[in-house]
């Protein structure tokens, strides 16, 4: 059987724990940050952990990650 194609644009912007969950970036973070408190931007720099619910749907897209 050949080999499962990645997803670049995903691989590129999921990272897997040790524990072989995935992790992402956290969104809101771009522009307009003056209006933004900063405790929201302090939060906004942590990783997140991709919802459950995505996850065999996004594992598919990085077989090999």
């Known amino acids: ?3 499962m194609k990645t997803k670049r644009a ?3 912007r999921l990272k897997k724990t040790g524990t072989g ?3 992402r ?3 809101w973070k771009q ?3 003056e209006k933004k408190h900063p405790k929201r931007r302090r ?3 942590q990783n997140k ?3 459950k619910a995505d996850e065999a749907t ?3 897209l990085v077989p090999y990650l």
């Open 25 to 27: 970036a956290g969104a």
């Open 58 to 60: 996004l594992k598919v």
């Open 43 to 45: 939060k906004a720099r």
């Open 31 to 33: 522009h307009k940050l």
């Open 49 to 51: 952990m991709v919802a």
């Open 10 to 12: 995903a691989a590129k």
């Open 21 to 23: 969950k995935l992790k």
């Open 1 to 3: 059987m050949p080999k």
